[in-house]
């Protein structure tokens, strides 16, 4: 696939049209046109918002707006403590390491059973330091380490060149697949509690959040952020307090046991109620709740949909689980930015730029769901993967020779953050940046940020 074609095919799969007005400066395009892609899917999901209020009747002829330097801020770096600094989310044992055969592996331990696949496919339950896993990854190559961790329940990924990614199997069916896929399905009942207005165009509507760590909850965020009521609903056992300020703006937060015929039931009946569901589980996950694609259709006629996966939905490794750091190592991208350094170990993007912007796309395909269903009167479902972001990423990078960032435009954070708002938790404030778009009077809004989950009844307002 061509490098324009992406945004052509993003424009066409989206059914967006008209200009937007985008200002500002890029700072995060270097060995790779971070900024440029983040800014293409935030302006895809401006124009989504444009379209969903036209069919509505609202802001004919209303200006759409991007600010790209607030695009960026938007990767990650758009909230902190009014006091302080966020505890680091990565778990000592998260990096990337020396591998015996002269390569390396990027590992994953931030949860504790990923912590624990680590350590048991290197023989080591007790280790205590870095040292010994270290010491322990350097006896070992980098492939044949990596799907041990894999079979042992865990996430890693060996370092791989761009050019061996493109010539695998699963990388060649990552780059066969549309960066966004769209599937129409069931006719739609009528939708009752919808009702939009120019600043709150997802007001009334209801998004059942099955997500975790950030493409999927930044895409929820951005739908609380326009008015929907975004319920996440997570099991009892897991947790992830140091990423929650970056993504639970505006969202409600429950738990439930879905192993349990009572849990199983009662996401069952929060389904029947949702217009929106976007989820993150890999393959087979959801069904495995009993909440098969013919179930979701049957509870819930004209459900828009929006599933986000690692590494593709076709191939050998449709299933694998991976976090952005991971699928930076695997496709290639921490080869581009090596060898643009001229360094000698493996460079990552400079932030989560695959999480962020796959979640920004996420947001656009439900708001363009709503769309069609608003229209046609059916649902659809749509798909995304952090690996087909990397490969528009890659693509991308074809159209112009890579630079270094000029660092006057990649302005400090908190400039940014100091002309957002303030805003207060049980956690102590934070503050927010401006948002990075505008449509008309719509622009992402939050009166709260959950910092803590499941302080809310499973059932919607």
């Not at 331990?109 to 990854?137: C, G, K, M, Y």
Request: hydrophobic share 45%; proline share 7%; no cysteine.
């Amino acid at each position: 696939m061509q490098p324009e074609t992406e945004r052509d095919d993003l424009r066409r799969i989206l059914d967006v049209r008209g200009d937007v007005q985008v200002s500002g400066a890029a700072g995060l395009d270097g060995a790779l046109p971070v900024s440029t892609l983040a800014t293409m899917a935030m302006s895809a999901l401006a124009s989504t918002v444009d379209a969903l209020l036209r069919s509505a009747g609202l802001t004919p002829g209303a200006e759409v707006r991007v600010d790209r330097t607030l695009v960026d801020a938007w990767l990650g770096r758009h909230i902190r403590p009014a006091q302080g600094t966020f505890p680091s989310p990565w778990d000592p044992f998260s990096g990337a390491f020396d591998t015996g055969d002269g390569s390396w592996i990027r590992t994953h331990a931030n949860a504790p059973h990923h912590r624990r696949a680590l350590l048991t496919a290197l023989a080591l339950p007790d280790a205590q330091s870095v040292e010994e896993l270290s010491a322990a990854i350097a006896e070992r190559g980098a492939e044949e380490l990596e799907s041990a961790i894999v079979a042992a329940g865990g996430a890693a990924a060996a370092f791989r060149t761009r050019a061996e990614w493109m010539r695998s199997a699963p990388g060649s069916a990552v780059a066969g697949e549309p960066l966004i896929a769209r599937t129409d399905t069931s006719t739609a009942r009528a939708v009752s509690s919808w009702h939009p207005e120019p600043a709150r165009p997802l007001a009334g509507l209801r998004v059942l959040d099955l997500t975790r760590v950030i493409a999927g909850p930044a895409a929820t965020q951005v739908l609380a952020g326009l008015g929907a009521e975004v319920l996440r609903v997570d099991p009892d056992t897991w947790d992830e307090p140091a990423v929650l300020p970056y993504v639970m703006g505006g969202k409600r937060s429950t738990r439930l046991d879905a192993s349990t015929p009572a849990g199983r039931r009662a996401l069952a009946d929060l389904l029947a109620e949702a217009d929106v569901l976007v989820h993150g589980y890999r393959a087979g996950a959801i069904d495995h709740l009993g909440l098969g694609e013919g179930e979701r259709q049957r509870l819930r006629p004209g459900l828009v949909e929006v599933g986000v996966r690692a590494y593709g939905w076709s191939g050998p490794w449709a299933g694998r689980r991976g976090f952005d750091s991971l699928v930076q190592f695997s496709t290639g991208v921490a080869d581009i930015g090596m060898r643009h350094a001229d360094a000698a170990a493996p460079v990552s993007l400079p932030v989560q730029a695959l999480d962020w912007t796959t979640g920004y796309l996420a947001a656009a395909a439900a708001i363009a769901g709503l769309t069609r269903r608003q229209i046609a009167g059916r649902g659809s479902t749509w798909r995304l993967s952090l690996a087909r972001t990397a490969h528009a990423l890659t693509m991308l990078a074809a159209e112009a020779p890579a630079s270094d960032p000029d660092p006057a435009s990649d302005p400090d954070p908190a400039s940014a953050l100091g002309a957002g708002e303030r805003i207060e938790t049980p956690d102590g404030a934070l503050l927010l940046a401006p948002p990075p778009f505008r449509v008309g009077e719509a622009t992402l809004r939050f009166d709260h940020v959950a910092t803590r989950l499941g302080g809310d009844a499973p059932a919607w307002l």
